[in-house]
Nanobody
């Protein structure tokens, strides 16, 4: 059974940094894209960043220049480096991995940006 486990969330001051990690356990057939999404209180889930198996990346306009997504294919792991964090980045962050047959989601990790 495949499980995605996110880690690295927490409380950080505005302007600070965090690094999120999402590791997949179990076997996923032909992993393609990996990504991070977030959901703030009272809002819908939104895309933050994606990375293909060829390491082509895509970012939401709101995080361009501040966040960096990367992946380790050998470890089935995806990362999100978040810098210059703002209060509006506060949300539950979810990782997503697209396999050949289906997409997998983690349970989320909370990021709170506050002084």
């Amino acid at each position: 059974q495949v499980q995605l486990v996110e880690s690295g969330g927490g409380l950080v001051q505005p302007g600070g940094s965090l690094r999120l990690t999402c590791a997949a356990s179990g076997s996923i057939f032909k992993i393609n894209a990996m990504g991070w999404y977030r959901q703030a209180p009272g809002k819908e889930r939104e895309l933050v960043a994606t990375i293909t198996k060829d390491r082509n990346t895509n970012y939401a306009d709101s995080v361009k220049g501040r966040f960096t997504i990367s992946r380790d294919n050998a470890k089935n792991t995806v990362y999100l480096e978040m810098n210059s964090l703002k209060p509006e980045d506060t949300a539950v962050y979810y990782c997503q991995i697209s396999g050949f047959y289906m997409d997998y989601w983690g349970k989320g990790t909370l990021v709170t940006v506050s002084s």
